[in-house]
C-alpha cells in the first residue's frame, strides 16, 4: 500500500463538505477568488478521497499512469484524489472495505463480493480502444510457440492470474469448460498474483500459455495471442455506497466527461483509463455471476473466489 494520509469516514466527509460549502449544485471546477485588501481566512482542506489500484509489478508505472486521473478528478470535483497502491485482487478489496480507499477499479469478481459483503456499488464502466465498454481475455504464448488453438493446450502448461481475478481466471476456466478441455487434461494450472506475473512467466518459458485481460496485451510486447473469449462488460471503478449520492455522482459526472475521441491527448494516462467511461449498474454483471455458477460445477468453488453471487439489489 501507499502512504497513509488522513482519511475520511462518511461522516466525517459530510462534515467537511458543510464546512467548504460544498453542495450538489454546486460541484465543479474550484476558480481562485478574487484579489482582495482583506485578510482571508484559509478555508478548511478539502476532504481526500482515496483511489485504490494495483500496483502490478511496477509500483512507479502505476502512479505515472494513474496520477493524471487523479488530477483531473481534483480539478473536475470537489475533493482531493490520492492514489492507494495495493499488489493483488485482494489488497484492492480489503482497502476498500475497510475504508482506505473509497473508490477503486475492481475486477467484476472483486465487484460482486464487495456489493456482496458491504454494499460497493458500480460507479462507470471503462472503454476500450473501440469506445465500447467492453473487455475479453485472451489467451498467450510465446511467439516462437506452435500454439494456436484451446485444443493443443491438453497435455501442456497453463499459468492464471488471482483466484479473484476475472479476466485472468474466471473467464480462461469458462472458456477451457467451453472448449470441452477439463483441467485435469493440462499437465499443469498454476496461479499467480497479477497480469505482469502472468507474463513474465510465459516469457520466462516456465508455462506453455497464459491467460491475460486484453487490455494488458495491447502494451505487452513478445507475446502471441492465440485464443480471445468473448466480450463481457469491463471492470467497474466501484465506489463504496455508504458516501451520500451526490458524491457519487460528482465524480460520475467528471468521468463521464471524458471524451473517447480525445483518448490521444491522453497518452501518458494508464491504458485502461484513457479512453473514457460509460455508466456501470448491478445488472451489468449478472453474466459474470451465471459464468461463477457454471465454473463453479466443475470445480466445487476450489478454482476460484467462493462467495455466493446471487443478486440481492434488484438494480
Given at each position: 500500500m501507499g502512504l497513509r494520509r488522513r482519511h475520511w469516514s462518511p461522516p466525517a466527509l459530510l462534515a467537511v463538505l458543510a464546512l467548504t460549502g460544498c453542495q450538489p449544485n454546486q460541484l465543479g471546477p474550484r476558480k481562485p477568488a478574487p484579489a482582495s485588501s482583506q485578510p482571508t481566512v484559509e478555508a478548511p482542506r478539502r476532504p481526500v478521497i482515496?483511489?485504490?489500484?494495483?500496483?502490478?509489478?511496477?509500483?512507479?508505472?502505476?502512479?505515472?499512469?494513474?496520477?493524471?486521473?487523479?488530477?483531473?478528478?481534483?480539478?473536475?470535483?470537489?475533493?482531493?484524489?490520492?492514489?492507494?497502491?495495493?499488489?493483488?485482487?485482494?489488497?484492492?478489496?480489503?482497502?476498500?472495505?475497510?475504508?482506505?480507499?473509497?473508490?477503486?477499479?475492481?475486477?467484476?469478481?472483486?465487484?460482486?463480493e464487495a456489493h456482496k459483503q458491504f454494499g460497493a456499488v458500480p460507479l462507470v464502466k471503462p472503454l476500450n480502444r473501440s469506445g465500447e465498454p467492453l473487455s475479453r481475455t485472451v489467451f498467450i504464448t510465446r511467439e516462437d510457440s506452435d500454439l494456436s488453438s484451446l485444443n493443443q493446450l491438453k497435455g501442456g502448461s497453463l499459468v492464471l492470474g488471482s483466484h479473484h481475478s476475472t479476466f485472468g481466471n474466471l473467464i480462461p476456466r469458462h472458456e477451457l469448460m467451453r472448449a470441452g478441455i477439463d483441467p485435469h487434461d493440462l499437465a499443469s494450472i498454476e496461479h499467480v498474483?497479477?497480469?505482469?506475473?502472468?507474463?513474465?512467466?510465459?516469457?520466462?518459458?516456465?508455462?506453455?500459455?497464459?491467460?491475460?485481460?486484453?487490455?494488458?496485451?495491447?502494451?505487452?510486447?513478445?507475446?502471441?495471442v492465440f485464443h480471445t473469449s468473448e466480450p463481457v462488460p469491463s471492470a467497474p471503478l466501484v465506489i463504496r455506497g455508504d458516501l451520500p449520492q451526490w458524491v457519487a455522482q460528482a465524480i460520475r459526472d467528471s468521468l463521464l466527461q471524458l471524451d473517447v475521441?480525445?483518448?490521444?491527448?491522453?497518452?501518458?494516462?494508464?491504458?485502461?483509463?484513457?479512453?473514457?467511461?460509460?455508466?456501470?449498474?448491478?445488472?451489468?454483471?449478472?453474466?459474470?455471476?451465471?459464468?461463477?455458477?457454471?465454473?463453479?460445477?466443475?470445480?466445487?468453488g476450489s478454482c476460484h473466489s467462493s462467495v455466493e453471487f446471487s443478486n440481492t439489489s434488484g438494480q
Amino acid at each position: 500500500m501507499g502512504l497513509r494520509r488522513r482519511h475520511w469516514s462518511p461522516p466525517a466527509l459530510l462534515a467537511v463538505l458543510a464546512l467548504t460549502g460544498c453542495q450538489p449544485n454546486q460541484l465543479g471546477p474550484r476558480k481562485p477568488a478574487p484579489a482582495s485588501s482583506q485578510p482571508t481566512v484559509e478555508a478548511p482542506r478539502r476532504p481526500v478521497i482515496g483511489f485504490g489500484v494495483i500496483a502490478e509489478s511496477d509500483p512507479g508505472l502505476t502512479y505515472k499512469g494513474y496520477q493524471p486521473l487523479m488530477d483531473y478528478l481534483t480539478a473536475h470535483a470537489p475533493f482531493l484524489f490520492q492514489i492507494r497502491l495495493g499488489k493483488t485482487s485482494e489488497d484492492l478489496l480489503t482497502s476498500v472495505e475497510e475504508r482506505m480507499a473509497e473508490l477503486a477499479p475492481l475486477g467484476a469478481i472483486s465487484y460482486l463480493e464487495a456489493h456482496k459483503q458491504f454494499g460497493a456499488v458500480p460507479l462507470v464502466k471503462p472503454l476500450n480502444r473501440s469506445g465500447e465498454p467492453l473487455s475479453r481475455t485472451v489467451f498467450i504464448t510465446r511467439e516462437d510457440s506452435d500454439l494456436s488453438s484451446l485444443n493443443q493446450l491438453k497435455g501442456g502448461s497453463l499459468v492464471l492470474g488471482s483466484h479473484h481475478s476475472t479476466f485472468g481466471n474466471l473467464i480462461p476456466r469458462h472458456e477451457l469448460m467451453r472448449a470441452g478441455i477439463d483441467p485435469h487434461d493440462l499437465a499443469s494450472i498454476e496461479h499467480v498474483d497479477n497480469d505482469d506475473e502472468v507474463v513474465a512467466a510465459v516469457l520466462e518459458g516456465r508455462f506453455d500459455a497464459g491467460a491475460i485481460e486484453d487490455v494488458v496485451s495491447h502494451t505487452t510486447e513478445r507475446v502471441r495471442v492465440f485464443h480471445t473469449s468473448e466480450p463481457v462488460p469491463s471492470a467497474p471503478l466501484v465506489i463504496r455506497g455508504d458516501l451520500p449520492q451526490w458524491v457519487a455522482q460528482a465524480i460520475r459526472d467528471s468521468l463521464l466527461q471524458l471524451d473517447v475521441s480525445d483518448a490521444a491527448k491522453r497518452e501518458a494516462w494508464a491504458e485502461e483509463i484513457r479512453y473514457g467511461f460509460r455508466p456501470a449498474k448491478d445488472s451489468d454483471y449478472e453474466p459474470v455471476r451465471k459464468m461463477v455458477e457454471a465454473v463453479g460445477g466443475q470445480c466445487a468453488g476450489s478454482c476460484h473466489s467462493s462467495v455466493e453471487f446471487s443478486n440481492t439489489s434488484g438494480q
